[in-house]
């Protein structure tokens, strides 16, 4: 028996060690990227990626470890756009201090919309974030002092540190590199904190994990607030990207349901899923829309949905499960040919 268990424990050990091996490694390869892609289309398209990475692990908080799909992050999105954009605007206040106080905003305004609909199940919850999403996108279209339906452009200073904004795409994409890097981390340190196992707890049954005392709602709340303060950071780092932001770019509710499938897709709750599932989805979907989009409109979407639906079919936790599932079939494999070869040797 205690040899058994010191096996298994040699086991889990040298497969923590080859995880964080691996994902050391895949870091450096992305710090390195840079050198190997030059197009800036390309570089765009991973800009991108990793900008889906951060937004799908914010969703992750709340969606994957909460229980709670919520369908209108594009509100805290275009919070944090528009508070680094009207301070630096009006005030000249640098984005890098207008993207913590959008973060500390858009938390604040999760807190008092999670008071009243957090206590929500399921679609009812969804709903509701849905209609929180199109009644703040109606007033920001009609509110003059964020620029209306018109937006507000933001002012070229290029080649500038202080107003985040870059000559080439490189310091762009080092930007959202960490802030990837940094919250995969944090979602890692969380995942095997009290939090993790109060929040799989309440996943498994809420009633029983209220009964040991476990505040669901407090975990809620604070899901919620970390998902809204993430993704305002993002929020300001599109801003300047782009240097333009209005309603009908930053506060639709399309872009909330895209976070959530490429969550849902990669695997909520976990560490890797939102990974995955940006990996997947976006490239995917620009390319679609780049290679098919003039000739046939829609068709991208169309073959978009067609392989998303294929994937939660053959394995409805996402491509975490997916990948398990063909390791443990190759581990399989591998153990039958063992044992084939110790059999032929033996005879």
């Given at each position: 028996m205690e040899v058994t268990e010191s096996i298994e424990g040699t086991r889990k050990r040298e497969e923590r060690r080859t995880s964080w091996l691996v994902w050391g490694g895949l870091v450096v390869l992305l710090i390195l990227l840079p050198l190997?892609?030059?197009?800036?289309?390309?570089?765009?398209?991973?800009?991108?990626?990793l900008m889906y990475v951060v937004l799908a692990q914010a969703w992750n908080l709340i969606g994957g470890y909460a229980g709670q799909i919520a369908l209108g992050n594009a509100?805290?999105?275009?919070?944090?756009?528009?508070?680094?954009?009207?301070?630096?605007?009006?005030?000249?206040?640098?984005?890098w201090l207008g993207m913590l106080v959008g973060g500390v905003f858009s938390a604040a305004v999760s807190l008092a919309l999670g008071y009243a609909v957090l206590r929500l199940q399921g679609h009812y919850f969804a709903m509701a974030t849905i209609a929180f999403n199109e009644i703040v996108r109606i007033c920001f279209a009609n509110w003059r002092f964020v620029g209306g339906?018109?937006?507000?452009?933001?002012?070229?200073?290029?080649?500038?540190?202080?107003y985040m904004e870059f000559p080439s795409k490189a310091p762009y994409y080092y930007i959202m590199l960490f802030m990837a890097v940094f919250i995969t981390l944090f979602v890692y340190v969380l995942d095997r904190s009290r939090f993790g196992f109060y929040s799989k707890a309440i996943k498994q049954d809420e009633l029983a994990a209220k009964n040991r005392g476990i505040s669901s709602f407090r975990l809620k709340q604070v899901a919620f607030a970390l998902n809204a303060f993430f993704t305002a950071l993002v929020?300001?780092?599109?801003?300047q990207y782009v240097l333009y932001i209005s309603p009908d770019s930053v506060l639709l509710t399309s872009n909330s349901i895209l976070i959530a499938v490429i969550a849902i897709v990669g695997g909520f709750g976990t560490v890797s899923g939102p990974i995955l599932g940006a990996v997947f989805v976006f490239p995917l979907t620009e390319f679609l829309r780049a290679y098919l989009g003039g000739q046939a409109m829609g068709l991208n979407y169309i073959l978009f949905g067609a392989a998303a639906i294929f994937v939660v079919l053959v394995e409805p936790n996402g491509f975490v499960a997916l990948v398990k599932r063909i390791r443990r079939g190759a581990g399989t494999r591998n153990e039958k040919e063992r044992s084939v070869e110790l059999g032929g040797a033996e005879g």
């Open positions: 190997f892609i030059k197009g800036p289309y390309y570089r765009h398209i991973v800009i991108f990626t509100v805290f999105f275009a919070i944090g756009a528009y508070t680094s954009s009207v301070l630096l605007v009006r005030a000249d206040v640098t984005p339906a018109q937006g507000i452009s933001v002012p070229l200073h290029m080649g500038s540190l202080y929020g300001t780092f599109y801003a």
